[in-house]
């Protein structure tokens, strides 16, 4: 695996942690299954999430988007 950028110290210690951490993950064979909390039935709609939105159920971190060192186009896509 590469990346774009130099890892400082730090950060390189912080990933070869991650690492050892995933190494231990036994994946399983069956399926992924997705249950969507809003809905009794469990499946997604749009309908139940917007309400969730504008009730302002959920708070968005727009502080946290803005403040990554990210492209201004991708921040704007963002929030």
């Given at each position: 695996?590469?990346?774009?950028r130099?890892f400082?110290p730090e950060?390189?210690q912080?990933?070869?942690d991650?690492?050892?951490?995933y190494?231990?993950?036994?994946?399983?064979?069956?399926?992924d299954?997705s249950?969507?909390l809003?809905?009794?039935?469990?499946?997604?709609?749009?309908?139940?999430f917007?309400?969730?939105?504008i009730?302002?159920q959920i708070?968005?971190?727009?502080k946290y988007?803005?403040s990554?060192k990210i492209?201004?186009?991708?921040k704007?896509?963002?929030g």
């Amino acid at each position: 695996m590469t990346f774009r950028r130099n890892f400082s110290p730090e950060t390189f210690q912080l990933w070869e942690d991650l690492k050892v951490l995933y190494s231990a993950v036994v994946l399983g064979a069956q399926e992924d299954s997705s249950w969507w909390l809003l809905e009794k039935n469990g499946k997604f709609s749009v309908r139940s999430f917007y309400n969730v939105l504008i009730t302002k159920q959920i708070a968005f971190p727009f502080k946290y988007f803005w403040s990554l060192k990210i492209p201004l186009k991708i921040k704007v896509s963002c929030g």
